[in-house]
């Protein structure tokens, strides 16, 4: 059998070639090639490794006629044109753990050169300033912590400031208590945070959800003299606040290594005395490019020689006699996960799924994969039907399968229960002539397809709502492509699933909330 190829395309350490001799794969490095140049090479390799120079494009992938897996050493996989692969076929995989340490001793190390002033102190002295009465430090001892994100790498910053004797709170909706017990930090809600906080540290995905989580409101909301800290993702700090606020002295300091806009050749937080900013290198230590090259030719050697799976961000463990049976309740398993993911505000302690009729004969874990990822996604941007699983255990959350072979209503059902510090959440849904469709929310029964924009109102079942809510969209210019209905009974509680062709804004979200006798008011995207 000829031995699989791997051309690695940019700079790697030499062990990870190495890696791929000792395991009888043929690894060709040719690094700085232009897009021509792979072009014309790429046919006759089955394994692509990169780093982020080089670009997996479409027409790259589809250049490759071979290639079964590409591996990027690292975390971010902007470079790389996932839905292109996955439509040929190519599985995509990344090395999420390789940088952890050495990103978290990166916020550490902010942590320090802010209390301390070291860059403005070591710049004044160079120029023989001696300046020692103007650069009066705080000590990080006895101080609290405030960690968003618990993930690996917030885990692992909380450790070290722990061994530092500091206190350390943190808010992440997907801890749960025995996790944050195990760990050692107070798990708490973000305003919570804020206002105790002497020390504010990032360690979240960039989403929706975290998009200017410190947004200028919640700024204002800290104490005098916070040191804010973000070597995770540019966008989660709203920095035109953030320097105001730095040059009128509530904020006492910020260390950045990341940045809404990069490569980041003017920002308006540079020039600020009490700003530390470096050009993203959460990962760049020697030791960290050497643990994720190492594990990205453990990985597509383990996939090239054996098939086994390891961080892949598109590719289910389906086999090709169950992928036409499982395809329509994947979708399914995606759609009832996203909708519960976008409904759900608080910690997650446990998710149930349960499988009824004909579906629960079938290999159900790629659903359970793809209904965990839909839930954690709106909090977890880069997490896909392989990684959620371990996500999930890795915060704590417990998750539990059910079968019933008889559904008393469908061929299949799908319920998904979410248990949260506040009560409990189920959706159900089955498969009808081969589309999801919705078919329970809060017990309640109706049905309903999926729009890409939808709106979900839990309300009390009175006389005039659904004229009010018509107007209300009219007056805003979105038009209504569905109307599902599901109620207890007259009067009594109701909710309404409408698809829409224009997903509502804030503004339109407030006045609907606001219409009488509205429990609740939501926009969901699909």
Same mark, same amino acid.
């Given at each position: 059998?000829?031995?699989?190829?791997?051309?690695?395309?940019?700079?790697?350490?030499?062990?990870?070639?190495?890696?791929?001799?000792?395991? =009888?794969?043929?690894?060709?490095?040719?690094? /700085?090639?232009?897009?021509?140049?792979?072009?014309?090479?790429? =046919?006759?390799?089955?394994?692509?490794?990169?780093?982020?120079?080089?670009?997996?494009?479409?027409?790259?992938?589809?250049?490759?006629?071979?290639?079964k897996v590409i591996g990027r050493a690292g975390i971010g996989v902007d470079n790389v044109n996932i839905p292109a692969a996955t439509a040929a076929g190519v599985v995509v995989m990344n090395t999420p753990f390789g940088n952890s340490i050495t990103t978290a001793e990166h916020a550490i190390a902010m942590m320090f050169a802010l209390a301390r002033q070291l860059p403005a102190a070591d710049a004044s002295t160079q120029l023989g300033k001696w300046e020692k009465n103007r650069? %009066?430090?705080?000590?990080?001892?006895?101080?609290?912590?405030?960690?968003? =994100?618990?993930?690996?790498? /917030?885990?692992?910053?909380?450790?070290?400031?722990?061994?530092?004797?500091?206190?350390?709170?943190?808010?992440?909706?997907?801890?749960?208590?025995?996790?944050?017990?195990?760990?050692?930090?107070?798990?708490?809600?973000?305003?919570?945070?804020?206002?105790?906080? &002497?020390?504010?540290?990032?360690?979240?995905?960039?989403? &929706?959800?975290?998009?200017?989580?410190?947004?200028?409101?919640?700024?204002?909301?800290?104490?005098?003299?916070?040191?804010?800290v973000n070597c995770a993702r540019g966008g989660l700090v709203d920095e035109v606040a953030l320097r105001e606020l730095l040059d009128n002295g509530h904020v006492g300091g910020a260390g950045f290594d990341v940045f809404t806009e990069e490569p980041a050749k003017t920002n308006v937080l540079f020039g600020s005395d009490k700003v530390v900013a470096t050009p993203h290198l959460g990962a760049s230590t020697s030791e960290a490019q050497e643990n994720v090259a190492l594990q990205?030719?453990?990985?597509?050697?383990?996939?090239?020689?054996?098939?086994?799976?390891?961080?892949?961000?598109?590719?289910?463990?389906?086999?090709?006699?169950?992928?036409?049976?499982?395809?329509?309740?994947?979708?399914?398993?995606?759609?009832?996960?996203?909708?519960? =993911?976008?409904?759900?505000?608080?910690?997650?302690?446990?998710?149930?799924?349960?499988?009824? /009729?004909?579906?629960?004969?079938?290999?159900?874990?790629?659903?359970?994969?793809?209904?965990?990822?839909?839930?954690?996604?709106? %909090?977890?941007?880069?997490?896909?039907? $392989?990684?959620?699983?371990? $996500?999930?255990?890795?915060?704590?959350?417990?998750?539990?399968?059910?079968?019933?072979?008889?559904?008393?209503?469908? &061929?299949?059902?799908?319920?998904?229960?979410?248990?949260?510090?506040?009560?409990?959440?189920?959706?159900?849904?089955?498969?009808?002539?081969?589309?999801?469709?919705?078919?329970? $929310?809060?017990? %309640?029964?109706?049905?309903?397809?999926?729009?890409?924009?939808?709106?979900?109102?839990?309300?009390?079942?009175?006389?005039?709502?659904?004229?009010?809510?018509?107007?209300?969209?009219?007056?805003?210019?979105?038009?209504?492509?569905?109307?599902?209905?599901?109620?207890?009974?007259?009067?009594?509680?109701?909710?309404?699933?409408? /698809?829409? &062709?224009?997903?509502?804004?804030?503004?339109?979200?407030?006045?609907?909330?606001?219409?009488?006798?509205?429990?609740?008011?939501?926009?969901?995207?699909?």
């Amino acid at each position: 059998m000829t031995a699989p190829r791997v051309l690695i395309a940019d700079s790697l350490s030499p062990a990870a070639v190495a890696i791929f001799t000792a395991r =009888g794969v043929q690894a060709d490095v040719k690094t /700085g090639l232009t897009k021509a140049e792979l072009l014309e090479i790429i =046919g006759d390799y089955d394994g692509l490794a990169v780093r982020s120079a080089t670009k997996a494009d479409p027409e790259v992938i589809a250049a490759a006629k071979k290639l079964k897996v590409i591996g990027r050493a690292g975390i971010g996989v902007d470079n790389v044109n996932i839905p292109a692969a996955t439509a040929a076929g190519v599985v995509v995989m990344n090395t999420p753990f390789g940088n952890s340490i050495t990103t978290a001793e990166h916020a550490i190390a902010m942590m320090f050169a802010l209390a301390r002033q070291l860059p403005a102190a070591d710049a004044s002295t160079q120029l023989g300033k001696w300046e020692k009465n103007r650069f %009066m430090g705080v000590e990080l001892y006895a101080k609290t912590l405030g960690l968003i =994100g618990a993930g690996n790498i /917030g885990s692992i910053v909380a450790d070290r400031a722990l061994g530092l004797k500091m206190k350390v709170v943190a808010y992440d909706p997907f801890l749960s208590p025995e996790r944050a017990v195990e760990i050692g930090v107070e798990k708490v809600e973000l305003d919570e945070l804020l206002a105790r906080a &002497d020390v504010i540290t990032l360690h979240t995905p960039l989403t &929706d959800k975290t998009r200017n989580i410190l947004s200028r409101e919640n700024l204002q909301k800290t104490k005098k003299g916070v040191l804010i800290v973000n070597c995770a993702r540019g966008g989660l700090v709203d920095e035109v606040a953030l320097r105001e606020l730095l040059d009128n002295g509530h904020v006492g300091g910020a260390g950045f290594d990341v940045f809404t806009e990069e490569p980041a050749k003017t920002n308006v937080l540079f020039g600020s005395d009490k700003v530390v900013a470096t050009p993203h290198l959460g990962a760049s230590t020697s030791e960290a490019q050497e643990n994720v090259a190492l594990q990205v030719a453990e990985q597509m050697s383990d996939y090239l020689l054996t098939g086994a799976v390891t961080n892949a961000l598109n590719s289910p463990s389906i086999t090709a006699e169950e992928a036409p049976k499982l395809k329509p309740f994947v979708a399914l398993a995606e759609k009832i996960g996203a909708m519960a =993911g976008q409904m759900v505000d608080f910690g997650i302690l446990a998710i149930d799924i349960a499988y009824e /009729g004909e579906v629960s004969n079938l290999n159900v874990k790629p659903l359970t994969s793809a209904a965990l990822a839909g839930i954690l996604k709106p %909090m977890l941007a880069e997490i896909n039907m $392989v990684s959620a699983p371990a $996500v999930a255990k890795e915060r704590g959350i417990t998750v539990s399968e059910s079968r019933q072979e008889v559904s008393p209503t469908y &061929d299949s059902l799908m319920r998904i229960t979410v248990t949260t510090e506040k009560g409990k959440r189920a959706f159900a849904g089955t498969v009808i002539a081969g589309a999801p469709r919705v078919v329970e $929310v809060k017990g %309640m029964e109706l049905d309903a397809g999926f729009s890409p924009a939808m709106l979900y109102i839990n309300n009390l079942d009175k006389p005039g709502f659904i004229g009010a809510l018509g107007m209300l969209l009219g007056e805003a210019g979105v038009n209504i492509a569905t109307f599902n209905l599901g109620r207890v009974s007259a009067e009594e509680d109701a909710i309404a699933l409408v /698809g829409v &062709d224009q997903a509502p804004d804030e503004t339109l979200l407030a006045k609907i909330q606001a219409l009488p006798h509205v429990k609740e008011a939501r926009a969901l995207t699909f």
